[in-house]
């Protein structure tokens, strides 16, 4: 089964391309995972766009539409060059802090989500990377026991949390039992726009969504763990 993922929606965010995603997926109803940062701070996006008053009222919308949004951590601002336990870049908002101000982090996250009445289930970080403590944290003081990221073939459970694996940045044919796609609407081209459409058309009875995972106790096994060797081996190549 495909998921879609979106990452990067906040206050400062490319309005119409994110209305022109949510159209396409709308088309086909394929319900995506939606990462919200809570408060932004990254200044490559809030110099970039224009602050929406009514982002709150939108993500409202989304979750009335059946679209699982996600915590895509605090403020998406890099304070660490660790990858931590899914180093896929070498940047993080938490991966290498302490448990104390990662907690801090989270609390001060989830807390702007339950002021504007909305309850994540889902977590995943910027820049895909978090360590042990960023589990410890969302854990203590959370309800969140979701990620969306990390390298497998299918959901597993690790660490108290289900993994819903995180395999690629854009459509493609991949014969895993579960694959997300994961995409920046706010760096979306029309390439990329048009690839989806033409994925979608063709494959769009392939797609479901976090609603239709089975999320049993499957530990994280040795073909997950080949896939993952695999993954970063190539990626050091690039």
Known sequence: MYLIRLDDASEY?????????IRILDKYSIKPIIGVIPDNKDPELIDKYQKNPYFWNTVREWVNKGYDIAMHGFQHVFSTKDGGINPVNNRSEFAGLKLELQEKKIEKAIDIFIKNEIYPKIFFAPAHTFD????????NKTNIRIISDTIASSVYFCNDFFFIP???????EIPFKVVTFCYHPNN?????????????????KKFGSVHDLKFNYRSYSLIDRMLRYLYFKRRKKC
């Open 13 to 21: 965010m490319d309005v119409e391309k994110w209305d022109r995603v």
């Open 132 to 139: 042990l403590n960023t589990l410890v944290a969302i854990k």
């Open 166 to 172: 995180q395999q690629a940045g854009s459509v493609r």
């Open 188 to 204: 979306m081209n029309e390439i990329d726009f048009k690839n989806l459409i033409l994925f979608l058309e063709k494959k769009n």
